[in-house]
């Protein structure tokens, strides 16, 4: 729980680019707003080795219109601090069959290397789990799931070894259509 307004330096969180105070904490969420706002903001932890994961609730806001094909915006990630290493990276992008959005992931690159094969609805809140194989290079992303078996999709299979992360981290950017995404 934070309070109501700026993201950082609440929690810790440290501002790596962009407008800090950009990122809000409004009723306990965090809004990841796209367009104008524009901090990406990083919660440090100490590394560890092997497989590290991050899981969160999303709902992305109706913003008049269905996700458009190539507005793959990066939302979620993993960051080494200093070095901008962003791995796992979780994206909003267009839905495969026609609806709103779906969402993708990216082992290392800004844009997503797979795509999760459902369409999504705005305004329905979905749990969104993402691994990271440090020694492998390869991010894994499950949405709603209950076990590790579940459906997942996997981020391309990048040279080994990874890179050791350090911390989580959020992001705000231009798209275009500037989806905003409740995050908790």
Do not use: C
């Not at 609440?10 to 105070?21: K, L, M, V, Y």
């Not at 440090?44 to 999303?58: C, E, N, Q, R, W």
């Not at 709103?100 to 990216?106: E, Q, R």
């Amino acid at each position: 729980s934070y309070a109501n307004g700026p993201l950082v330096p609440n929690g810790g969180w440290t501002n790596h680019s962009g407008n800090e105070g950009d990122l809000l904490v409004a009723s306990n969420h965090l809004l990841i707003e796209h367009g104008a706002p524009s901090e990406d903001a990083h919660l440090p932890f100490t590394a560890v080795s092997g497989k590290i994961y991050y899981a969160f609730d999303f709902t992305v806001i109706d913003p008049g219109a269905a996700i458009p094909d190539g507005d793959n915006e990066y939302f979620a990630h993993f960051h080494e601090v200093g070095a901008f290493n962003f791995r796992g990276r979780m994206d909003i992008v267009v839905a495969p069959n026609g609806g709103d959005f779906s969402v993708g992931i990216s082992s290392t690159g800004s844009t997503a290397d797979a795509t999760w094969p459902n369409d999504l609805t705005y305004g329905t809140s979905y749990r969104a789990t993402v691994m990271y194989d440090q020694d492998a290079n390869m991010a894994q992303l499950w949405i709603d799931a209950s076990t590790e078996t579940d459906t997942s999709i996997l981020g391309d299979d990048e040279d080994d070894p990874g890179t050791a992360i350090n911390s989580f981290a959020v992001r705000q950017s231009d798209s275009d259509l500037n989806e905003t995404i409740i995050f908790d």
